[in-house]
């Protein structure tokens, strides 16, 4: 599978984040990188996009040598950026889980306010599963998002722009983390439990490539339906492989902290 993003030096957040959490899945993964951020686990303090036509080739070349499975996209810092995967997306049907990622958690814009808009537009509709956190679906929305029932408006409101279904995730919301599930057959709420251990950025990055690694190995395809289990189920799996991340998480010096390496699943399977 191919995960699409920036690249994040300190290696917790990114494309980065997603090869690790493809690994602790079980799943193989490849990348694209959009843009290049300087950033050691605190603010990010420089983005610089990767040029469009060389996103492009790092795709191209990647989809004619191996059969892509899913894609996980991440950074995408430029208007052009967005359309070049649309049409990727369009052309080879392949399923998409869409992390927008347009601030940093701890400080410092990744995306132009042109690239926010072409991922609503382009992206939106073409994606299997939209997952963000409350603020990102307040921001999308124009609404709050300070409950759980405010959550759940806005993944409906989410769902009707386009996504095959959309998580809502529950960390930025008072209490025990709930996360919302947004599809055509309705709304869930999916408890996550506890987070305990050290503070860590890019675990918005995690969780979503580890919804979409469950999803290849639950055989999730854009031929076949998607059924509601798949999508609870992944999304179980990726809220695991988060609570693990805080529970393995090493503090550092100066309010950092860094991922303790994953352990292998058994069975490493292609994508």
């Known amino acids: 599978m191919l995960a699409l993003g920036g690249f994040d030096p ?20 490849v990348t694209v990188v959009t843009a290049v951020t300087v950033q050691s686990g605190g603010p990010v303090l420089r983005v610089e996009p990767v040029a469009t036509d060389l996103v492009a080739e790092q795709f191209d070349e990647l989809a004619r040598c191996l059969e892509l499975t899913v894609v996980k996209c991440g950074q995408l810092p430029l208007p052009e950026t967005a359309e070049l995967l649309a049409c990727r ?10 992390d927008p990622v347009f601030e940093a958690g701890q400080g410092g814009e990744l995306a132009t306010g042109a690239a926010r808009e072409a991922v609503v537009e ?6 299997t599963v939209l997952t963000v956190n409350a603020p990102e679906a307040a921001a999308f929305t124009g609404s709050k998002v ?6 759940e408006r806005a993944a409906e409101a989410l769902l009707a722009r386009g996504p095959r279904a959309v998580v809502v995730k529950g960390g930025h919301l008072a209490g025990d983390p709930v996360d919302i599930l947004a599809t055509a057959t309705g709304v869930v709420r999916l408890p996550n439990g506890p987070r305990r251990g050290a503070s860590l950025h890019g675990t918005g990055c995690a969780f ?29 799996q990726a809220q695991a492989h988060v609570r693990s991340l805080f529970d393995g998480a090493v503090e550092l010096a100066g ?13 490493l399977q292609t994508g």
């Open 10 to 29: 300190s290696c917790g957040a990114g494309v980065q984040a997603d090869l690790r959490t493809f690994e602790a899945m079980g799943v193989a993964g």
């Open 208 to 236: 979503a490539s580890a919804l979409a690694a469950a999803l290849v190995l639950g055989l999730a395809t854009e031929d076949a339906p998607l059924k509601d289990a798949v999508l609870e189920d992944a999304v179980r």
């Open 122 to 127: 382009r992206l939106f509709p073409l994606s």
């Open 146 to 151: 300070d409950d759980l029932d405010q959550a």
């Open 89 to 98: 997306i369009e052309r080879l049907r392949l399923p998409l889980v869409l």
């Open 255 to 267: 309010g950092v902290s860094i991922r303790r390496p994953p352990s292998t699943a058994p069975g």
